[in-house]
């Protein structure tokens, strides 16, 4: 879909070995979309769906069943819903586990915040979005992921079709031509001294208070019209991620041959979208403390 010449490309010609692997991901990728809305299907019709985005669309409106094409585009809606994004969200759950090596004393207080709030809901199994407003620092904790080593570390996009003669930033004035292309400098602002002191350190209580600096998912996601759309999935897939982590295991740091704790380095890749990189290694899961 970038490169959409590319699909002329004879499969013989050198180079061409995409192909291959294009024929490969199909099965894997048309599985992904069969499977899963074909278990929503089958769970409506047995009466016992889960209310989601797929079972909610396939309702049935003023009594008329749904089209096959209009259940052909909630299918592939919903299966966007899987892939898109999937390499920014794991990026920053690979973050969390590096940051909880890093900072056992943050995880500490995390869990501290989520297993007091469980032992007043005996019957709770798991974590749902429900329990947001009653943990606070894990809340924190996912926003500091968030600035600590943003997932885009450059976000471009284009000005207005119109010279913008009146850009202000700081106490200085910029013209921006029209169809300029914008790149903003994300690591730059979310590491501004000015507004997080010590921003090299991963520290969750600079968002909670009364007065907490610019939250970064103002910033992390893009700006404007290019915004990205899936913002506040991505922040949800997150949050329960990380929290039902830290809430059934403890995420200590690998041991050598010897027995000696390996201190992961703060390694990234320098692509456009950043991943914490090797040598990095966390073990001694210690499960289920829900």
């Given amino acids: 879909e970038v490169f959409p010449l590319l699909r002329y490309v004879p499969k013989w010609f050198p180079g ?24 929503v299907k089958s769970q409506m019709a047995k009466g016992i769906a889960e209310p989601s985005f797929t079972s909610k669309l396939l309702q049935p409106e003023n009594g008329k069943e749904i089209a096959r094409e209009e259940e052909d585009n909630i299918k592939r809606v919903a299966a966007s819903l899987y892939g898109a994004a999937s390499d920014t969200t794991v990026s920053a759950v690979k973050t969390f586990f590096l940051a909880m090596t890093l900072y056992p004393d943050v995880q500490a207080k995390a869990y501290s915040e989520i297993a007091s709030y469980l032992q007043t809901q005996p019957h709770k199994r798991f974590i749902t979005m429900d329990d947001r407003l009653n943990l606070p620092y894990t809340s924190a904790l996912v926003r500091e992921l968030l600035r600590w080593h943003p997932v885009l570390t450059l976000v471009g996009h284009r000005s207005n079709g119109e010279d913008d003669e009146n850009v202000v930033v700081g106490d200085k004035t910029y013209r921006i ?11 730059k602002i979310m590491h501004n001294p000015e507004v997080y002191p010590d921003p ?7 968002f909670m208070g009364e007065n907490p600096p610019p939250f970064p998912e103002n910033y992390a996601f893009g700006f404007g019209r290019r915004i990205c759309p899936g913002m506040h999935v991505a922040q949800q897939s997150m949050w329960l991620s990380i929290s039902n982590t830290l809430a059934n295991f403890t995420i200590t740091k690998a041991k050598d041959e010897n027995g000696v704790e390996i201190v992961p380095e703060e390694n990234y890749t320098n692509d456009i979208i950043t991943l914490a990189s090797a040598p990095f290694q966390v073990c ?4 289920t403390r829900m």
């Fill in 177 to 187: 031509p029209a169809r300029t292309a914008v790149i903003a400098n994300v690591w």
């Fill in 200 to 206: 090299e350190k991963f520290v969750p209580e600079r």
């Fill in 16 to 39: 061409a070995t995409f192909h291959k692997a294009v024929e490969s991901w199909m099965p894997i990728l048309q599985a992904a979309e069969d499977e899963t809305f074909e278990f």
């Fill in 284 to 287: 001694d899961k210690a499960p």
